[in-house]
């Protein structure tokens, strides 16, 4: 199976190297500047338990041939589109996998590609590039979850699946996609939202009086939200997320905190916004969303 990664950042960057190690047939697409680089001196990770380099293949988007079986997008939201149209010459061919936060991107490459060339997936990983350039990996999680959307898609998902599997991260195969995504999205919401109104990590909230509650409130907001579109967060799941939104002591934020303190653009819209629009299509209330959501829209308005 040959893949191409779009972009060599946090999520890029860290499995696809590790997918490299493992054997398997990776292309990074990148822009100029990031592509001498890396060609210079390798594309480095590091990690809580060590570093290494990798040597990539690496082509640009005027390179690109349609002999791609799988075109994985790591891109933030906002850059979808751009990244779809750096991908024109390779896209007639194989299927879409995007490891985008949110859901709405499904919808979009859907009417683009349609459904049965269009695979779900989830990554949890919290990386940065660093000055160097090098991918710095800032906790120890790092997993990929993944998903067949239809039943043409099963088969190249499993092969995916098994590549994953000689890696040494957590990889995870979902019959039903779409709830892992949902799943990541009411917590990831919470965790932006939260860390984004606070300017704190999720100790720090957790050390003031309402703290935890305010915490439990937000993320059942979210969680009410997700039910009314039919994909109801399991209790199991609800439980485990609570203990991470409320731990004492946890250095935890959103990488939309980190975005918004370096004065970066950040997936405000589509992490709150559209999750808001969900709610506002079934009368739900979610005033402390509101709330992060309109932060974060003055926030961004103000930088300009």
Known sequence: MKILIVGAGGIGGFFGAKLQQSGADITY???????????????TIETPKGSFTIHPKTVLADQLEPIYDLIILTCKAFDLNDSL?????????????????????????????GKARVMGGVAHIAATISESGSVKQLTEINSLTMGPRTPEQVALCQELFALCQ??????????????????????????????????????????????KELCKRMFAECCAIALSQKHPIAEKTQLTSEAILTKEGSPSTASMLRDLLAGKKNEYQHILGDLIGFASNKSIDCPLLKIAFTHMAVESKNRV
């Open 166 to 211: 000689k890696s040494d991260f957590d990889s995870f195969y979902k019959e039903n996609i779409n709830q892992a995504l949902w799943d990541k999205w009411v917590f990831l919401a919470t965790l932006a939202g939260m860390t984004t109104i606070c300017r704190g990590s999720i100790g720090e909230i957790a050390a003031t009086p309402d703290g």
């Open 29 to 43: 697409l990148l822009r100029e500047q990031r592509q001498r680089l890396i060609v210079g001196q390798g594309l």
């Open 85 to 113: 149209k750096s991908v024109a010459k390779a896209s007639s061919k194989g299927v879409i996998l995007p490891f985008l936060n949110g859901f709405t991107h499904l919808e979009a490459l859907d009417r683009e590609f």
